[in-house]
DNA sequence: GCCATCAATGAGAACGTTCTCATTAAGAAC
DNA sequence: GTTCTTAATGAGAACGTTCTCATTGATGGC
């Protein structure tokens, strides 16, 4: 590899310091004279010189960079609020590192350690196992996406989740439905704020609506959870009329199940999401669900951010709930015995 | 922000030189006595020390970073890709900065400036319009997402995309299809090449099927220009048996513009798509379509770049394309008029 | 005992930028 | 002419690690 022209190189083409050169390159025009800004930006272009951000990162002590930990970029709920996050950063002259947890503790820990190493300026992080001595231990500003309930010191993004689910089931009441499951996922460890399951058990305390324990059922996040959910639902000696599901992924598992055991959707029995995953709009009859704002999301954690690599200091974490919003399409409808 | 250690303070605590705690972090245990070694991992511990990742870039002019330039992380096809790439890349070390060109010039343009101005070791890109040169002045190694031919200097990693069409031609002829459409999107700038266009011409010559231009729409990719090709082929005096559209979006619009116009999938018409997103699992009926090796790719990629970042100095660049699947689903049936 | 070799360690320069404090020159005021 | 102020610029240290070459001490061979 060539050797790359220096600020040396450019100072010495230029006749000037190389402080000056240095002033020219980082836009100090009110104390460096016209003529000498021309020859150093003369000697710039001539050379092809290109700052180095490595060296001026070592110097200052700000990479420029922050580090997005998720828990998989493949789980169709996260690229918009990766692409929110990358819009708002790129936008102020930052750099994305996105790394993938897989809900996994250990994974987490050597993304951790991986920040401190490289000075990275922030983290916007979807805890899984990681305390908030681990967070505050990295020593750089810290946004929590999700709830924060946990990490008081840390600005936090998350989607009104609770409002989400009683907006659903609101739905499905004001149909006719009086028998709704939940199918809702496993908590992970920092999340013991079952919030999906809370909010059920309060809508029902709310409209005085009895609870049947056989109508929920808690499995992993996925597809296959939903179909099989389903299975052991619609066996019931009282089946549900509709399903409450805790995602879009469920929710398609629990359509599929429900459609491999003859039962119409939503003639037979009315299914609900959350998420607004792009598949939720193309499954037919397409999903009625919970929008969150995935990609809003993002932007307003790296908003908070920015915010705080600016100088912000608040020592009490900012805490926002985005409001989700109700999508009805065609898996919902008033129940048969009506 | 409290100074954190450096390898002089744990030289100082632990009686040696700087170089010797250099060796000793960096794991050159043959030539460093373990007394000392004891010595200088109790004064690591006790100071809390951890390498600066920065500091040492710039000395070594290695910083373990690379960038990945796809056009959208929230278009369904591209983050297993990134998965692939981002798995691959970590196991040596390394970290990924993903960024979005969102198919415009000037983004990628500024994107090969941070990749020149941030030392990064290397770049994997799908290109919009970035020439052969522009990649070689960036004098760091670069693999090429899809098929390589404007960069013979460099690796690339693609589908077949065009045994991938004749797979999915096939499938229909073998079912008994005669007329057969071709939904497909408009070349980038790049890519000149019109592979699925091209591979649908030859088709039709290899089986000395008659080509009829009206059964063939070129628009953006997108589900609503899948829709509206749709409606247009449906509307045709002589209407396709069968229709071929060139991404899975495309054909996801397709199918709902047949529902939309009351005609049913497959028995009316069969859909094929390509790259198989999730949601192409989902749609009812699930769609058959081309399985693009996606994460596959991703790998492949990674393995290249991480072969020339080793010293791997072929002046011929590798050009592979990983062979693309057919996944028959429900989207497909002989035509009615057999 | 002397010399050569090798293991282990140390000293200091290098990487390329930024920043602080010092210097110089020009202009204004007296 | 002298003094003060300000604009413009320069010199050099700092950032924290890596690497190269030098040094030292121990051991083995003659």
Chains 1, 2 share one sequence.
């Not at 836009?27 to 010189?49: C, F, P, W």
């Not at 939720?280 to 009625?288: G, N």
């Not at 951010?305 to 008033?334: F, K, W, Y």
């Amino acid at each position: 590899m060539a050797k790359r022209p220096t600020i040396i190189d450019v100072a010495k083409l230029a006749g000037v310091s190389k402080a000056t050169v240095g002033r020219v390159i980082n836009g100090q025009n009110d104390i460096v004279s016209e003529d000498t800004r021309s020859r150093v930006m003369h000697a710039v272009k001539q050379l092809g010189y290109e700052r180095n951000a490595v060296a001026g990162s070592l110097r200052t002590d700000r990479t420029f960079m922050i580090a997005l930990a998720i828990p998989d970029i493949t789980n169709p709920f996260w690229p918009e609020v990766a692409r929110g996050v990358q819009d708002a950063i790129e936008a102020q002259g930052y750099a994305t590192v996105t790394v993938n947890t897989d809900w996994q503790p250990e994974r987490e820990q050597k993304y951790l350690t991986m920040v401190r190493r490289n000075r990275f300026d922030g983290l916007i992080v979807n805890p899984i196992e990681a305390s908030r001595t681990d967070l505050l231990n990295i020593h750089i500003p810290v946004v929590i996406l999700g709830s924060g309930g946990y990490y008081p010191d840390m600005d936090s993004v998350g989607s009104d989740t609770a409002a989400g689910v009683d907006t659903a089931l609101n739905h499905l009441l004001e149909l006719g439905h009086r028998r709704i499951a939940l199918i809702t996922g496993r908590p992970s460890r920092n999340n013991r704020v079952r919030s999906r399951h809370d909010a059920y058990v309060a809508f029902h305390a709310k409209h005085n609506l009895q609870i049947n324990q056989d109508l929920i059922i808690e499995k992993d996040f996925s597809e296959h959870s939903g179909y099989e959910a389903m299975h052991q639902l619609l066996h019931l000696d009282n089946p549900p009329t509709a399903v409450f599901a805790a995602n879009d992924i469920l929710a398609i598992g629990a359509l599929k199940g429900a459609q491999a055991l003859d039962w119409h959707v939503p003639e037979d029995v009315s299914i609900v999401g959350m998420d607004d995953i792009y598949a939720a709009a193309t499954t037919s009859p397409s999903l009625t669900t919970i929008i969150k704002p995935k990609y809003e999301t993002g932007v307003k954690a790296a908003e908070y951010l920015l915010a705080r690599m600016s100088g912000d200091n608040i020592d009490q974490g900012r805490h926002i709930l985005l409001p989700c919003e109700l999508a009805v399409r065609g898996s919902t409808a008033p129940p048969r015995d009506i």
